[in-house]
């Protein structure tokens, strides 16, 4: 009953997806279609057996340490199956500047009684010399959308995230959103990474994610979307509003993580259960655009990109000085490693 519902859920959604909100001017949106302006391809590639892959599509991936054993066992509750291996969309966000607007939702716009004033923004300072940049201030909704498991794209749904339709995280309702201080007590081990030597490892950091995936020891870099730290709205570095949203849902998911709410699904590990991973591996994770323009049409073969690449190839044609550019939306596909099977005594 509850996969119908949540079903049922979907396809409303599906249908609603040509619709636009226009009940307030300042937030503007869409509701995803789930089925066109998402790039399925980013789910690929499907291993089984540990390496065989079943379908590639000459999508990216990188060995996540589950080994090539073709068998696989897990204890609690009793069950053998085959290591199984993919990349699953089960999450949204959407940046903007207004607090309380929901563009995912189609442009949804609610009256909140804290930071109501709190509005993004980016500064027209650009008369400064070489090497100067303008900062901005973005809000930022965080979505659980297991569209997969509704969808029975992968025949073992155990290996999906079965949790409901969601929105558990609002910037506007998170008073470290504001705050680079306040931000600072839930990650105190960032304060060390402020010099220059920890910034130049930035460059190496965006060099591997253009290269391929990034570097999981430097955890606090965003590759080419700037700094990791601190997980708030302000981005000192703003080249773009492409390059800011990708870099406001890398730290959403980063500060998701160092709360423990947000657990890893990759690697050996993750086999029979989900774990608590404080600090992020930025490798987990692909980030595909859903609005103001669906990146459906692959670049170089892709159409989504690891953490950290460059936005220059993404980026093109998404910024407008008209209503509705102003605000970003993305899939989030994450690394999932399972043992497909079946469990014993059922």
């Known amino acids: 009953m509850r996969k119908l ?16 909100a226009t009940a307030d001017d300042i937030c503007t949106g869409n509701f995803p279609n789930l089925i066109s302006d998402v790039c ?10 540990g390496t065989t892959a079943l379908v590639s599509d000459g999508q990216e991936d ?10 696989c066992y897990c204890d609690n509750p009793p069950k053998v199956g085959i290591p199984t291996s993919f990349w699953e969309f089960d999450m949204m966000t959407d940046v903007t500047t207004v607090p309380g607007c929901f563009p995912l939702l189609g442009g949804a716009r609610v009256n909140i009684g804290v930071n109501k004033d709190a509005f993004g923004q980016i500064s027209d300072d650009q008369g400064g010399g070489i090497g100067e940049t303008r900062d901005s201030f973005m809000q930022v909704n965080f979505y659980i959308n297991p569209a997969m498991y509704v969808m029975g794209a992968i025949l073992d749904d ?3 995230d079965q949790r409901g339709i969601d929105v558990p995280w609002m910037s506007f309702a998170d008073p470290t959103h504001n705050d680079d201080e306040l931000a600072g007590i839930l990650t105190p081990y960032a304060f060390p990474f402020g010099s220059m ?4 490892a930035m460059s190496a950091d965006a060099v591997a994610a253009t290269a391929g995936f990034p570097l999981s020891t430097i955890f606090w870099a965003a590759g080419a979307y700037g700094h990791m730290y601190p997980l708030t709205g302000h981005n000192e570095a703003h080249l773009s509003m492409e390059q800011t949203a990708r870099l406001q849902t890398t730290r959403i998911l980063a500060k998701l993580h160092a709360a423990g709410t947000q657990w890893s ?15 992020m591996d930025k490798r987990q994770y692909k980030l595909t655009r859903l609005y103001p323009k669906p990146e459906t049409a692959k670049i170089q ?3 989504c990109e690891p953490i950290g690449r460059s936005t220059i190839l993404t980026e093109s044609n998404t910024e407008f000085p008209i ?11 994450r690394k999932r490693d399972c043992c497909g099977g079946v469990t014993l005594g059922n």
């Open 40 to 49: 399925w391809s980013c789910m690929f590639p499907i291993k089984l057996f």
């Open 323 to 333: 209503p509705g550019y102003k605000d970003f939306g993305y899939g989030i596909f």
């Open 197 to 200: 030597l920890a910034i130049g």
């Open 62 to 71: 990188f060995d996540s340490g589950v080994g090539s054993s073709p068998f």
């Open 265 to 279: 699904a990759m690697g050996s590990d993750a086999m029979c259960s989900y774990y608590p991973q404080i600090i």
């Open 5 to 20: 519902l949540m079903a049922i859920g979907f396809l409303v959604t599906g249908m609603l997806s040509s619709m636009s």
């Open 301 to 303: 073969g892709k159409c």
């Open 158 to 160: 155990t290996c999906m």
